[in-house]
C-alpha cells in the first residue's frame, strides 16, 4: 500500500527544500474504522480522493506518481521527460527533481527515493530504508555524481553477493541514466540475498496500477475469460443494462472480415516469438470490437470476440456499441474485482463519463469489495456529490490549489475543524476550503470595467 508520496520540481509542483507531500495516513476520525489497515504503529488508508479546480496540479500528482514509477521500471534514456521540470523558475531545468515513495511490502514499512534532473536524463541520488518502529534502517545510499554510497552488509549472506552488490552500485554511478533497483533487478538474481530488491521493484512494476481518462482496457479483460456470475451480478447492480455476457469463438476467416487489410489482420494473429513456448492470451480492441487471442503451447490459437446481452433483446452489442460511461465502467472493472495483495489503484479523473450517482456508487462498491483485502484506491474527481462524510472520512478528502506563484500545494479537509453533520459539499462549492475556480465578471470579458 502507498503510505507517502513526496515531490519537488515536477511541472506545477516547484522545487522546494521541503517537498510537497501528499499521504494516507490515517488522521484523528472516528469514522470508517474499518478501512483503516495497520501496519504496528502506522494506520493507512485505502481510499483517497484529491479535488481542485482544472490545472490545479490535480492529474501532475497523477503524473508524478506515474513518471517516477516508470522510471524506476526502466532507465532515464526510456523515459520521455525532459520538460517536465517545474517551469514557474527558468533555473529549475538544471535543479533536481526529487520523487520519494513510501510504501508497503507484506508486513514491512519502506522508503525509496531518488533524484533526477530530467532536462539532462541523469541519475542524483538514490535511497532505500526499512521504517521499522522507531527508525528508519537504512538498506542503502548513494550518490552518483561522486561514486559515494553506503549499503547494510549484513544483508548479504554470501560474501560474493555482498561483492557484487558493491559491484552493482558503483556500474549505477557510472552510467547516471539507472537506478539501482534496475540494475539488480535486470539481471535476475533469484538468490534469497538480492529478494528485498526484487520485491521492491515488483510493487512499483506491478503493483501500482495508473489509470488515465484515455487508458484503454486492460487487466478488467480477462474477467470474462470465464462463466463469473460475480462479474455479470456487478454489471447489473451498476445499471449497465448488460445482464450477461458471451465469448464468441470465431475462425480466422471471419476474424479478417474486421479489418480493413488482411495483412494487418494477418499481423495481429502472429504469436509473439518471446511467447513461442508459453501459453499466451491477448487483447485486441479494434474499431468497435473487443477480441481474445489465446495461444496455447503448440501455437494453435482461439479466437473470440466479447459480445454483451441486454435483458431480452434479440441480438448482443459488441463492446464499442456500449455507453460512454458503461465502456468507462468495464475499463475499471478489475478494481472492485482483483484479490491482489498490496494492489494500488490510481485513477485521474474517476468521473470521466460517468453519472454523479455512478461515481459514488463505485466508490461505494470498492469499499465494499476492499474489507479484508490490502487493495487501495486513489482518484482525482470533481464530483462534489462523493464529498460526503456519510460516505467518506475527512482524511480521505484532499484538495489541490494553484497558489500565486503558479505552483501547486496539497492539503487536507482534516486542516479545517469541522462538524460531522457538515454538509462539506455545499461549502466546498461556496469556496470556504479553496481548490474552486475563481472567475472573473462576465464583463471582464469585453474589456469593460
Not at 501496519?39 to 497523477?62: C, P
Not at 555482498?162 to 535486470?186: C, G, P, S
Not at 516469438?273 to 480492441?285: C, G, H, P, Q, V
Amino acid at each position: 500500500m502507498l503510505m507517502r508520496f513526496s515531490i519537488s520540481n515536477f511541472m506545477s509542483f516547484g522545487y522546494k527544500p521541503n517537498p510537497e507531500e501528499y499521504h494516507l495516513y490515517a488522521g484523528r476520525s472516528e469514522q470508517h474504522k474499518e478501512r483503516i489497515m495497520n501496519y504496528k504503529e502506522r494506520k493507512v488508508l485505502k481510499f483517497s480522493s484529491i479535488y481542485g479546480a482544472n490545472a490545479s496540479g490535480k492529474t501532475n500528482l497523477i503524473r508524478a506518481i506515474d513518471t517516477g514509477r516508470d522510471i524506476i521500471s526502466n532507465t532515464m534514456e526510456d523515459i520521455d521527460c525532459q520538460d517536465k521540470f517545474c517551469k514557474s523558475d527558468s533555473s529549475n531545468a538544471d535543479r533536481p527533481t526529487l520523487f520519494e515513495y513510501e510504501f508497503t511490502v507484506g508486513e514491512k514499512c519502506f522508503a525509496y527515493g531518488f533524484t533526477v534532473n530530467l532536462k539532462h536524463r541523469l541519475v542524483f541520488s538514490e535511497w532505500l530504508y526499512e521504517m521499522k518502529s522507531a527508525e528508519e534502517h537504512v538498506i542503502f545510499e548513494r550518490v552518483a555524481e561522486n561514486d559515494e554510497y553506503y549499503f547494510d552488509e549484513k544483508l548479504f549472506a554470501a560474501k560474493e553477493n555482498r561483492e557484487q552488490f558493491h559491484f552493482f552500485i558503483k556500474d549505477a554511478n557510472r552510467i547516471r541514466t539507472t537506478l539501482l533497483l534496475y540494475e539488480v533487478k535486470r539481471r535476475k538474481i533469484e538468490e534469497a540475498d538480492f529478494e528485498i530488491f526484487n520485491k521492491i521493484f515488483d510493487w512499483f512494476r506491478y503493483k501500482l496500477v495508473v489509470i488515465y481518462p484515455e487508458t484503454k482496457i486492460g487487466a478488467s479483460y480477462f474477467w470474462f475469460g470465464s462463466d463469473n456470475k460475480k462479474l455479470v451480478n456487478i454489471l447489473k447492480y451498476l445499471d449497465t443494462g448488460i445482464t450477461d455476457y458471451d465469448m464468441r469463438v470465431i475462425n480466422e476467416a471471419a476474424f479478417k472480415e474486421y479489418f480493413p487489410d488482411e495483412s494487418l489482420a494477418e499481423k495481429f494473429l502472429r504469436k509473439p516469438r518471446s511467447d513461442n513456448r508459453t501459453r499466451s492470451k491477448s487483447i485486441l480492441n479494434f474499431g468497435e470490437t473487443l477480441f481474445e487471442l489465446d495461444y496455447d503451447e503448440t501455437g494453435t490459437k482461439r479466437i473470440a470476440k466479447l459480445v454483451f446481452q441486454h435483458g431480452t433483446d434479440a441480438g448482443k452489442y459488441e463492446y464499442g456499441e456500449e455507453s460512454d460511461g458503461t465502456q468507462r465502467l468495464i475499463e475499471l472493472l478489475d478494481v472492485i474485482l482483483n484479490d491482489d495483495e498490496d494492489k494500488v489503484f490510481v485513477i485521474d479523473e474517476l468521473d470521466r463519463s460517468l453519472h454523479p450517482q455512478m461515481t459514488i456508487k463505485f466508490v461505494e462498491t470498492f469499499l465494499k469489495f476492499s474489507v479484508g483485502k490490502t487493495t487501495q484506491l486513489i482518484i482525482t474527481t470533481h464530483e462534489s456529490n462523493l464529498m460526503d462524510l456519510s460516505i467518506l472520512r475527512r482524511d480521505e478528502i484532499w484538495f489541490a490549489e494553484k497558489e500565486q506563484d503558479n505552483n501547486t500545494s496539497l492539503y487536507t479537509l482534516e486542516k479545517f475543524k469541522i462538524r460531522y453533520d457538515k454538509v462539506v459539499s455545499k461549502d466546498y462549492l461556496a469556496g470556504r476550503y479553496g481548490a474552486v475556480p475563481v472567475f472573473k465578471d462576465f464583463e471582464y470579458v469585453w474589456g469593460r470595467e
